[in-house]
């Protein structure tokens, strides 16, 4: 025989079984401890029943309700319950539609979604995603809390593991989206440790809001002018007094509609002499020209005459702000001076494409004097801008409330709603050309953008909005005498 057979046999690479610790007592122990664990095991299953009942109430109620009537009654009373539940449904959606989804359809939908969508595939797709994390054999995966659905999109609650951050969520906002089945989602942080993900599955703006009803008396509340809806169904209000606003966004985003629903809105004011608007169009007139009737004064170039505006207007400002010096902090009603908002069609054309230097600085110079010392005193200035770049709009941190209509680019979402906004979900870029007037809003002081649209002021609205703040002709009641000769 040649050489030896024996050959060593590959190592043992398999993982061993781990065993829980409390086999390795002895017997006697575990018969002692066997009552307690029977205790503590009833305990969990009781707060899990409580967790159950506390998410699926709906299902949970109507499995109970079922059963017990099916002992109680037998099958045909409970077919009976059944159809006149779903009549008395009917009925509650034909007379006040909001209520019935709000308290009961999307209920049922958020339990739906909760069983069907997230909680099947929430383990998956957070490994998938490297948002779970294996540590010294110990998986931290991210826990799935509250659902809420609301039918256009899911807040879906989620508390994140240690050492994790909300921008790792927000790098993985398309991968979550398309994960669970959405349109988009965005990330919000609602505590430390705590994130709320809005899964988006459809476009409350899809549809044009109408203008409301213009109101005869002059009562407007200059912190929160209604200009258009919130993609959660509340009024769009826009702070004027003690603010600046920034509107942006690329040719036919619909900026006009913001400039149009704020004067829609302030016309019964500017009726009762509250507030004056003073405007500048350095497009000939394209737009401030559809209602001239709204604005004390006007001027449709960015030439001198538009400059010696704003220098008058920078002036004015200096001047109420040295009268209100010790007296009133911020301008209100009974100071009998009108609040004045100005309004500029195309900032830009004014203090960036002004081919006279001279003419350019001034008006720069002026603009800048308004939105930084104009809060108090009760001027507000109302920018439209078509583009964002800093060399355009220099001064943007001077604006505390900013609009960003429809953009070109995502860089352009941060220069307009500031750094981080567009991680939050801003995505001013991704609006579509078929919403004109769907903005993202974000106010200094407000952590998280609001999306909304304006209302949409049709050509005759501004004819109606024209013949209501044209100055009233009096015509003379004919004397006695004439009235006789007529007849
Ligand atoms: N809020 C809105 N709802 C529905 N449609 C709108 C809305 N705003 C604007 N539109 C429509 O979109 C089109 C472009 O709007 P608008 O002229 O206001 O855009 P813009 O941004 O002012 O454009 P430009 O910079 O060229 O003046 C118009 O046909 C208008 O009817």
Redesign the pocket.
Known sequence: MKGNPWVDPAPFEGARPRVPWWVWLPGWIKLLLAPVALIWLAGRLAVKLVLVTGRYPVAVTACLGGYIGYRQFGLSPLVLALLSLVCALTVWYGLDRGSFLRFGWYRVLTEWRRLTVYVPHWRTVMRLAELAKDSRGREYRPKLRRVRSEGWRDKVRVRMIPAQSPEQWEARRDNLAHSFNARSCRVRVLRPSVLELDFIHSDPLSR??AVPQLAAVGDVDLKRVVV?RTETGKPWRLRLLGSQVLVV?????????VLWSIVWQLAPAIKAGMVRLVGIDP?GG??LGQCPDAFEKVIYDNGPEAVALLEEIAAEVKERAARYRGIRRLWARGTGEPFTVLIVDELADLIAYQPDRNLRERATRAVQTITSQGRAPGYAVVG?V?DPRKEVVSFRHLFTTRVA?RLDEPVQVDMVLGDGVRQRGAAAHEISEN????AWLKEDGQREPERA??????DADLVELGVYLAPATVHEFPTSGEGRAAA
Request: net charge positive; glycine share 22%.
């Open positions: 044009p809001v258009g966004g690329v040719p036919g985003a619909g900026k006009g509609s497009k394209m737009e439209l078509q209509l919403t004109p007037g769907v649209r304006a209302f949409h002021v049709t």
